[in-house]
């Protein structure tokens, strides 16, 4: 059912120090330093931390094919800072194999600052398989 849970964050927005870590660590971009924790599901169940490889891609503002932001999943709770429920969107899981998913996404706010994003996708099809699983008991 939930296929990611990430959370990630402004310059220096977790705890100032991204400079210590522009070397490239799991949990950082490399030559950036921010904190950036992407972990997914993959199709047998185990859990894989992401590495993310480009802290810009979270500010993209293009455009894309169903009338919203490129990354509107982290624009959204900033912009609003509020929680924030993504419009159903068709997302390509393994080449040629795409599902219908959903985001929720909840600003982290610091001293009345925005500093960042923590999240969930859920997978859409299987949230209703096992929601008509337990309506059915």
């Known amino acids: 059912m939930i296929s990611s849970i990430y959370s990630q964050f402004e310059k220096n927005g ?15 971009v490399a030559g950036a330093g921010t904190l950036e924790v992407y972990l997914t599901r993959n199709s047998n169940g ?3 931390q992401q590495v993310v490889e480009d ?15 490129e990354a509107e ?16 969107y068709l997302y390509e899981i393994t080449p040629g194999y795409s599902e219908m998913m959903t985001s929720l996404v909840v ?15 859920i ?15």
């Not at 891609?57 to 009338?67: A, T």
């Not at 600003?107 to 996708?121: C, E, L, M, W």
């Not at 997978?123 to 008991?137: E, H, I």
């Open 14 to 28: 977790f705890d100032g120090k991204d400079s210590d870590f522009t070397q490239g660590y799991d949990h950082s």
């Open 46 to 48: 185990v859990v894989e």
């Open 55 to 69: 802290a810009s891609e979270k500010y993209v503002d293009k455009i894309n094919e169903f009338g919203l932001r």
């Open 73 to 88: 999943w982290y624009l959204c709770a900033k912009d609003k800072l509020k929680p924030c429920i993504m419009e159903p």
């Open 107 to 121: 600003p982290i706010i610091k001293s009345g600052q925005f500093v960042g994003v923590t999240g969930a996708d």
């Open 123 to 137: 997978t859409l099809p299987v949230f209703q398989k096992r929601f008509t699983m337990v309506k059915q008991k």
